[in-house]
C-alpha cells in the first residue's frame, strides 16, 4: 500500500519544444480577456484559434530567450517597473476603489453646485406670451383653452420682441429663466394647461408647459453620470492623499545630500 495518493499529473493541452501548455494556464489566460476580446472567439473553433495564438506566443517567447532578450536590462528594467506598477495598482484598488462610495446628499450638493448644467427636477419647456392688459390676456387665455394654438398666438399678439418670433418658447425651465412672479406660478403648472394671466410690471403673461424631447433627457442624465464620476473620482483622490499623509507620517523619510542637485532651481541658465 502507498503511504500516499500518487500525484494526479495535470491535463496538458499543448507541447510546444516540449515546454507544456497546462489546462490551468489555458483556462488562467481564457479569464484573463475581457468580455469585448471574448467575443472575438465565440465561433465555433473559437478556442482552438485561442490555443494556437497561445502556441504562437510561446514560440516567439522561446526565440526570445533563445537570442538573450529575457537578459536585456533595459527589458528586465521595464518588466520590474511594470510589476512594481501592478503591485501599486493592487495596493490602491484595495484601499480606495472598495472603499470610496458617494451619499446621496453629497450628490445632491454636486448637482446643486452645478445646477446651471442640469435640467430642474420641474423637466419642462416653457413657452410664454405677454400681453399688454388684462383684457387681452383672459381672452388668450380663452382661446388657448378652446383649442387656439399658443405658439401661434404668441408670434401674433405677444408684446416681447425677444421672444414672439419663436412662438414664446424659452427652452427648458431653470431657475432664473422668467419673472419671479412668473416663476411663482410655473411650479403649479400641469403640462399642457396655459397659466391664467400673470401680473408683472412689463404686462400679463400667459405661460405654458410642455414635455421635454426624450433625447434631451438623456442628454441630462448623462451630464449627471459625468458629474457622479467627476465627484468620484475628486473623493478617491482625497483619500489618496490622506492615505499618502498617513503612510510618510509613519515613515523615516531623510533627503540625502545629493537631492539638493534635484532641488535646486534649474530654471536659470
Known sequence: MLGC??????PVVALVNGRAITQTEFDLRWGELSKATRSRYEKEGGKQRFLDELITRELLMQEARRRGLDQDDTIRDKTQRYKEQLILDELLKDKLQSKVELTQAELDAYYEKHASQLLDPLKANVSAMLLPNVYAAKDLEAQVNRGGNFAK???RYSIDEKTKSKGGELGPYRKGLVLP???????????GIVSAPIKTDHGYYLVVLTPLDEAVIQADLAKQERLRQELLADKRRKQFEEVIADIRTNAAVRLAEASRYITEDTGKR
Open 5 to 10: 495518493a500518487e500525484r494526479q499529473e495535470e
Open 181 to 191: 412672479e412668473v416663476d411663482a406660478v410655473i411650479h403649479t403648472l400641469k403640462l
Open 153 to 155: 398666438f404668441a408670434q
